[in-house]
């Protein structure tokens, strides 16, 4: 009676020890995965792509993310840290150094191409070049009457030129300078000041001369001409760091960023993350909604994701 003891105690031990193997095996399987953190800019369209990731990486892969607000010119040692995980608009005009430092050294990824190109530059309402041709070119500003005419209290006789975020890489301060424009900057603030400040006067039928970006939703709304400055050269940009700007915006192919421990540490949200992108009817696709959804991204962004599934699916592919 004792042989059939001493196997039924080793068939009990056997036992525990394959549960704990298998508690063991489980623990392991559900090991939480990292928080990806997202760098979101202070503009609409950073805003919106942020949401289309976090909803894509929380719905289909499981990850919590993080939007987190930050300028962009902090998020560079930022992800070459790790505090952030990933930046989905890079504009390269005006961040040559950084570019330099954090992208060539291999201190952040280039996660590739978004897809569409940006191209900033200085706009007006199209009344304005209809009543005064001569206001489409920069040399028609030289004129400091035709220059008054953006004049306001603040500037007293220089016309007022409107910019937005004090974050962004700006060089308009130098570009009046530089060409001798009877012109000052007015920081607005904030993008949403600076669309504030052209809906005041577009109302009105005011001139106003400001800083804008293509893609963007404005142009759906306003009828808005571009101010012709001499054109873009290399050798006009590489007088930026000594204030000798004199040249219009350069063509800004959009691109992205990543920490580079973010391969290893969550290898399918760093290829879903370099799969990411889309076109510029995309991105004004998202902005339509996002106006259509009083300003809110994230409802903008979950619009779009419901209604084009097979844009999003191949950056999911294996």
């Given at each position: 009676m004792r042989s059939p003891t001493i196997r039924s105690g080793w068939s009990f031990v056997s036992l525990l020890a394959g549960l704990a193997l298998a508690v063991s095996g489980c623990a392991g399987a559900a090991t939480p995965k990292p928080i990806i953190k997202l760098a979101e800019n202070p503009w609409s369209a950073s805003s919106l792509n942020v949401n289309v990731a976090k909803i894509l990486l929380q719905q289909k892969l499981g990850y919590t993310v993080e939007?987190?607000?930050?300028?962009?010119?902090?998020?560079?040692?930022?992800?070459?840290?790790?505090?952030?995980?990933?930046?989905?608009?890079?504009?390269?005009?005006g961040h040559a150094n950084d570019i330099k430092q954090y992208v060539d050294g291999k201190l952040v990824d280039n996660l590739g191409l978004l897809?569409?190109?940006g191209q900033i530059g200085w706009f007006m309402p199209a009344y304005v070049a209809e009543d005064h041709p001569e206001m489409k070119t920069w040399e028609g500003l030289k004129d400091p009457a035709i220059a008054k005419l953006f004049a306001t209290a603040e500037t007293g006789d220089k016309g007022a030129f409107y910019t937005g975020d004090a974050s962004?890489?700006?060089?308009?301060?130098?570009?009046?300078?530089?060409?001798?424009?009877?012109?000052?900057?007015?920081?607005?603030?904030?993008?949403?000041?600076?669309?504030?400040?052209?809906?005041?006067?577009y109302s009105r039928r005011q001139p106003i001369l400001f800083y804008l970006w293509t893609p963007h939703s404005a142009f759906n709304k306003y009828k808005l001409v571009q101010l012709k400055l001499p054109a873009y050269t290399d050798a006009c940009y590489a007088k930026a760091?000594?204030?000798?700007?004199?040249?219009?915006?350069p063509p800004d192919p959009l691109f992205k960023i990543?920490?580079?421990?973010l391969k290893t540490a969550a290898?399918?949200?760093?290829q879903f993350l370099s799969k990411f992108n889309y076109t510029i009817d995309d991105q004004l696709d998202l902005m339509s909604k996002m106006d259509a959804n009083s300003g809110d991204a994230a409802k903008a962004a979950q619009a779009w994701v419901d209604a084009n599934a097979a844009k999003w699916q191949p950056w999911l592919a294996k």
């Amino acid at each position: 009676m004792r042989s059939p003891t001493i196997r039924s105690g080793w068939s009990f031990v056997s036992l525990l020890a394959g549960l704990a193997l298998a508690v063991s095996g489980c623990a392991g399987a559900a090991t939480p995965k990292p928080i990806i953190k997202l760098a979101e800019n202070p503009w609409s369209a950073s805003s919106l792509n942020v949401n289309v990731a976090k909803i894509l990486l929380q719905q289909k892969l499981g990850y919590t993310v993080e939007i987190v607000s930050i300028d962009e010119n902090a998020q560079f040692p930022a992800l070459a840290k790790g505090d952030l995980s990933a930046s989905l608009e890079v504009w390269p005009s005006g961040h040559a150094n950084d570019i330099k430092q954090y992208v060539d050294g291999k201190l952040v990824d280039n996660l590739g191409l978004l897809g569409p190109t940006g191209q900033i530059g200085w706009f007006m309402p199209a009344y304005v070049a209809e009543d005064h041709p001569e206001m489409k070119t920069w040399e028609g500003l030289k004129d400091p009457a035709i220059a008054k005419l953006f004049a306001t209290a603040e500037t007293g006789d220089k016309g007022a030129f409107y910019t937005g975020d004090a974050s962004y890489v700006q060089y308009d301060g130098d570009i009046i300078k530089n060409l001798g424009l009877n012109m000052q900057v007015v920081p607005a603030g904030s993008e949403a000041a600076l669309l504030s400040a052209l809906d005041a006067a577009y109302s009105r039928r005011q001139p106003i001369l400001f800083y804008l970006w293509t893609p963007h939703s404005a142009f759906n709304k306003y009828k808005l001409v571009q101010l012709k400055l001499p054109a873009y050269t290399d050798a006009c940009y590489a007088k930026a760091a000594s204030g000798g700007v004199a040249c219009d915006y350069p063509p800004d192919p959009l691109f992205k960023i990543a920490w580079p421990g973010l391969k290893t540490a969550a290898p399918d949200a760093y290829q879903f993350l370099s799969k990411f992108n889309y076109t510029i009817d995309d991105q004004l696709d998202l902005m339509s909604k996002m106006d259509a959804n009083s300003g809110d991204a994230a409802k903008a962004a979950q619009a779009w994701v419901d209604a084009n599934a097979a844009k999003w699916q191949p950056w999911l592919a294996k």
